[in-house]
């Protein structure tokens, strides 16, 4: 499965901060999120066919979160 390796840029203030973000990107297909609020950096787990890193970083950039893409892998 691809993954997409993120940083996003407004800080992050409280758990619900986090957890608006995973709603935005499970329901637009991320199969796992993980994010680490020291580096900044977090990394999008999803199945091609379900979404795509577009969508990804469209549903984020919704709820008025920056995320760029930094690499693309697989998993």
């Known amino acids: 499965m691809p993954v997409l390796v993120v940083s ?3 800080l992050l203030h409280c758990t ?7 709603n ?3 329901s637009s297909g991320a199969k796992h999120f993980e ?13 091609d066919k379900d979404a795509n890193e577009i969508e990804l970083v469209d549903a984020v950039k ?8 930094m690499e ?3 998993d």
Request: aromatic letters at 10%; a neutral charge; charged letters at 25%.
């Open 62 to 69: 919704r709820i008025g979160y920056d995320l760029d893409v």
């Open 8 to 10: 996003l840029k407004k």
């Open 16 to 22: 619900g901060c986090m957890t608006s973000i995973e």
């Open 35 to 47: 994010y680490d609020m020291a580096s900044k950096v977090g990394k999008i787990v999803y199945d």
């Open 24 to 26: 935005a990107l499970y």
């Open 72 to 74: 693309i892998t697989q």
